[in-house]
């Protein structure tokens, strides 16, 4: 079975511009949820969608959105890009039933100038 | 307001021996605890789960223990081998909710 797919894998873009990251979770998974890792920061969650409706958010501003499609893909948006905003970005997915693993794929490196 | 701490940034042990990682937790709503190990640039891939209805769950090297009283979860890794050099993470979830916390790292580096 093939595991979590994200696109791109490496990024740069500049301050005030706009990003969006694409994650194809495990066949059969319908939830699938976005992290973001900083040095400072660590691991953080961001937002979880299942069934194309966002189900939980994290504590990140409004410029960070995002949705899932029929498919069960997911994609993810930054708008106004800031200097801060330079991480690893990560998606995981489940089936999305309690007590399940989280399945992480290889992430997406942004870079903002 | 760090709900899930790994107070030991780095970890070194021999080879062959165990390796003994500790997780915190200070959320008692938490009800399922997992170990992540991670490389640089890389995502996260899977070890070993636990769930709050459990103390113990082995899987092969690897046996994770939960002390619910204490809020303290361990990861052991019998015998410890140079590939498992790597930054481990404990993550936790809430009941219903895919929406893990994760834990600062641990470096383990395994000498030879």
């Known amino acids: 079975k093939a595991g979590v797919t994200q696109t791109p894998r490496y990024l740069i873009k500049t301050r005030g511009q706009q990003v969006t990251l694409s994650c194809s979770p495990i066949?059969?998974?319908?939830?699938v949820s976005w992290y973001q890792q900083t040095p400072g920061q660590g691991l953080q969650f961001l937002f979880e969608y299942f069934s194309e409706t966002q189900r939980n958010k994290g504590n990140f501003p409004g410029r960070f959105s995002g949705r899932q499609f029929s498919n069960s893909r997911s994609e993810m948006n930054v708008s106004t890009l800031e200097l801060g905003d330079s991480a690893l970005y990560l998606c995981?997915?489940?089936?999305?039933?309690?007590?399940?693993?989280?399945?992480f794929g290889p992430g997406t490196r942004l870079l903002v100038l | 307001d760090q709900q899930v701490k790994q107070n030991s940034p780095s970890l070194s042990v021999q080879e062959g021996r165990i390796s003994i990682l500790n997780c915190d937790y200070t959320n008692s709503m938490f009800d399922y605890f997992l170990w992540y190990k991670k490389y640089p640039a890389e995502g996260p891939t899977f070890l070993i789960s636990i769930s709050s209805i459990k103390d113990k769950n082995e899987d092969g090297r690897f046996t994770v223990f939960l002390n619910k009283s204490a809020k303290h979860l361990s990861l052991h890794i019998v015998p410890s081998q140079p590939g498992d050099s790597a930054v481990y993470f404990c993550a936790a979830n809430f009941p219903g909710a895919q929406k893990l916390v994760f834990g600062q790292g641990t470096r383990l580096t395994i000498n030879p």
């Open positions: 066949s059969g998974h319908r939830s």
């Open positions: 995981a997915s489940t089936r999305g039933t309690e007590g399940e693993t989280q399945y």
